[in-house]
């Protein structure tokens, strides 16, 4: 037993000599290199005294790093992680002025701007330098994260893990956001996914089955990660959404509103979601329940000693190697989008949107930033033993929102996504127990010019020249704008038995001064009148705007409405004047090309307290595939039609079957429990809250993070992946990457306007 420990500590001492050793040398390549940095005295030194001098900076730049560096970072905690992502350089440089300082006989000098460039320089290769050594050097490896799991144990006070834990298999899921069926088996035969390929493929013998799922109508995250962490995600119309009974704007990917569609979902189902015992929700919009959360919107406005939603940075970040890789591939993946969105305009792409302003910058945020923070979270889990993961990678989705979801730009971060999952299998054989990984999507993406593009003016135009309000002038001069407001011009003029009468503008003053609220979700829009409380009926609509259902319904770019009548019962209305009754939908009609079960799926949504006095839903070509989204968006989903109603679910064979032979997989709610059927087989850790829920969900609100635990064993998950990445596995500097901040989450159908 001594010998061992002998031998570990020997060869760690040896480690840290290499990597003082590299250190010296590279400082002493920089100093020769650099006219702004020395190493010397005015009058010169011979080169002992030189190689002398870049060792103590060496060693004082290593030292500062290991103390000072977490103590910046958990003081900067609560700066956003966008800001502190580019103070990395600064305080990295920063550390090099000092440790240069305490040189003797103030050897050492280097002007600021060139301190950040040593810095940076010496931080990647002293990273890359240590984790190349510990490739290797599995028994100390594995004898580290032992220490590691012990030490959180005792900690947490956990009964039976000691024993058990290695005996029951932990589930990682992860989450390719926005990732269609159709995508993931392209990519397949493509080979842009090998990793992912190798699990299916059938000349060897597969370890996965692909099973494909539909999604509810609102197809996107907000409604889909709900279901499946939650159990529930009734009342979710769409990603955004007015309530007349509270006055508010919901919008999924606000902390406020995604904290109360989890409250919700909770006091509906009476549980506390699938993370609840021993889990862990890594850069999702909802907890699932678990106790250990990083980046997970549903908390992030909480203002507590340690920001839960924000421990995931400071876990990451505390390392100075980490922060410097992490920034380099940032601003590397900023000039990638830049480039490849000039080429894209030169060639004349179309359908295409605006890829400028800080597009760029959220993009890089999207695909570097989260990809590092929330896989290094992910690793760590593992390494801790936790019992269930669920984590969001949502690189694609975001590319492919501006790029399309079959272009070369998301075929690339696809790929990346396909190794990061190749780096999470390799460190599950590290883990101190069995995991079983599955992979499943939330939804995908349909292609399609904007409806903006395509008519000329927004949904929200449209619904203003059916009510007779004013439309921008750019709206009124397009051939739908016009047709919209002639309409409603007639109609009015018709309803009021009075003589036609154009104002200089060509608009006539509104028949009402209600102001109707629009919103869009991707494909999906949502028409409502504020000041008319509940549910506004169909016939109530034409008495105050008389054309603007036959504008809506008519509009060769949308398929159709659902609204409800007084008469009838609810409705959906299509071209040509169709009107049918919800009781009579079926798949044929109105909805002909919507996909299986789209009428169900508006049934259930037709039954919402809060869906609105008219939805929409854009045209759908099942020709080509395509849709119309009502946002600025070349990829989209949020309604039915296409590909993004249609996600998949990758699942190890030593898992029972999602659903029985030819049966389908309908709803997330549907694939919550099937989540937690694989839960309970491996013994894990769904288990009913019941009558305890209330006291579980306000003991979570109070909980705070270890956050010094979870940066040591999350720095222990960065270095297996930066040898990894040294390795080829993983790109390093200049990566596409695959995450999203949930703490500054802008994507989905959806950039939030406010």
């Known amino acids: 037993m001594f010998k061992g420990r002998w031998r570990r500590t020997g060869r760690a001492l040896l480690r840290v000599i290499i990597v003082w050793a590299v250190s010296t040398v590279t400082m002493l390549a920089l100093a020769g290199i650099l006219p702004d940095f ?52 600064f305080l990295n440089g920063s550390l090099l002025l000092i440790a240069l300082r305490l040189i003797p006989d103030g050897r050492g000098a280097a002007d600021p701007q060139t301190a950040v460039v040593v810095a940076a320089v010496m ?19 594995r004898h580290r994260l032992s220490r590691l799991a012990d030490r959180r144990r005792r900690r947490r006070g956990r009964e039976g893990d000691d ?78 959404w007015y309530e007349k009974d509270t006055g508010r704007v919901m919008v999924s990917n606000r902390p406020a509103s995604a904290a109360e569609l989890q409250r919700r979902a909770i006091e509906r189902t009476g549980d506390g979601g699938l993370l609840t015992l021993d889990g862990a929700s890594r ?5 699932g329940g678990a ?74 945020f999207a695909t570097v930033v989260e990809r590092d923070v929330v896989v290094a979270a992910v690793l760590g889990d593992m390494l801790a033993g936790r019992t269930a993961v669920y984590a969001d990678l949502v ?28 780096l999470i299998a390799r460190v599950a054989e590290h883990a101190p127990r069995t995991y079983r990984i599955v ?27 059916g009510c007779g309000l004013p439309v921008s002038r750019r709206a009124g001069r397009s051939r739908s704008g016009a047709e919209a407001r002639d309409a409603a011009r007639h109609a009015v003029l018709g309803a009021l038995h009075r003589p036609e009468r154009t104002d200089d503008d060509g608009t006539e003053p509104p028949a009402s001064s209600s102001e109707p609220v629009v919103l869009a979700s991707g494909n999906l829009g949502l028409i409502s009148f504020p000041d008319v409380p509940g549910r506004m009926s169909r016939e109530e609509i034409d008495r105050r705007h008389p054309a603007l259902l036959r504008t809506l319904a008519g509009h060769p770019g949308i398929g159709f409405l659902l609204v409800r009548s007084e008469e009838h019962g609810s409705l959906v209305l299509g071209h040509g004047g169709v009107e049918v009754p919800l009781d009579a939908l079926d798949d044929d009609g109105p909805l002909a090309g919507m996909g299986p079960g789209a009428a169900d799926a508006v049934r259930r949504t037709d039954g919402f307290p809060h869906v ?69 087989e491996g013994g894990g850790p769904q288990v009913p809250l019941g009558a305890a829920t209330e006291a579980a969900h306000a003991a979570e609100v109070t909980a705070v993070t270890e956050v010094t635990t979870a940066a040591e064993v999350t720095g222990t998950a960065a270095s297996v992946a930066a040898s990894v990445a040294a390795s080829g596995t993983v790109t390093g500097a200049g990566a596409e990457a695959n995450a999203l901040s949930a703490g500054a989450r802008t994507t989905e159908n959806e950039r939030d306007p406010a």
């Open 283 to 287: 850069g999702n919009l909802f907890s």
């Open 439 to 465: 992979l499943l999507s939330d939804h995908g993406q349909s292609p399609g010019e904007t409806f903006e593009g395509a008519y000329g003016l927004t949904l929200k135009d449209l619904v203003r020249a």
């Open 395 to 422: 690189a694609y989705d975001e590319v492919a929102h501006h790029s399309g979801p079959h272009s070369r730009d998301a075929v690339r971060v696809l790929a990346q996504l396909d190794r990061s999952v190749g």
């Open 612 to 680: 609105a006095d008219i939805m929409v839903n854009s045209m759908y070509d099942p020709g080509t595939g395509r849709v119309h989204a009502f946002e600025e968006q070349i990829g989209s989903h949020g309604g039915l039609g296409g590909e993004q109603a249609r996600p998949f679910l990758l699942s190890p064979l030593v898992l029972s079957p999602p659903v029985p032979d030819r049966g389908e997989l309908v709803g997330a709610e549907r694939v919550h429990a099937v989540l937690r059927r694989w839960l309970r």
């Open 38 to 89: 020395e190493l010397q005295s005015p009058d010169g030194d011979s080169p002992t005294r030189i190689a002398v001098t870049a060792a103590w900076g060496a060693g004082a730049f290593g030292l500062l790093g290991a103390l000072v560096w977490p103590v910046l970072v958990r003081a900067l905690l609560l700066v956003p992680a966008l800001v502190l992502g580019l103070l990395v350089f």
């Open 123 to 141: 931080s990647a290769v002293a990273s890359a330098t240590a984790t190349a050594l510990a490739v290797g050097d599995d028994e100390a490896y």
């Open 163 to 240: 024993g058990r834990r290695g005996d029951v298999p932990g589930t990682v899921f992860l989450q390719l956001d926005g990732v269609g069926h159709q995508v993931l088996l392209d990519a397949v035969a493509a080979g842009a996914v090998p990793h992912i390929a190798s699990w299916l493929d059938p000349g060897e013998r597969p370890t996965h089955r692909l099973t494909p799922w539909r999604t509810d109508w609102s197809s996107q995250t907000g409604a889909s990660q709900l279901g499946i962490l939650h159990g529930s995600n009734h009342d979710v119309p769409a990603f955004r």
């Open 291 to 364: 106790d250990q959360l990083a980046l997970v919107l549903s908390i992030a406005a909480r203002r507590a000693r340690a920001n839960r939603s924000r421990a995931g940075y400071f876990a990451y970040f505390s390392d100075p190697a980490n922060a410097v890789r992490t920034v380099v591939s940032f601003v590397a993946d900023v000039c990638r989008e830049i480039g490849q969105s000039t080429r894209a305009r030169l060639r004349g792409d179309r359908p295409r949107v605006g890829r400028g302003g800080l597009y760029p910058f959220i993009r890089a």
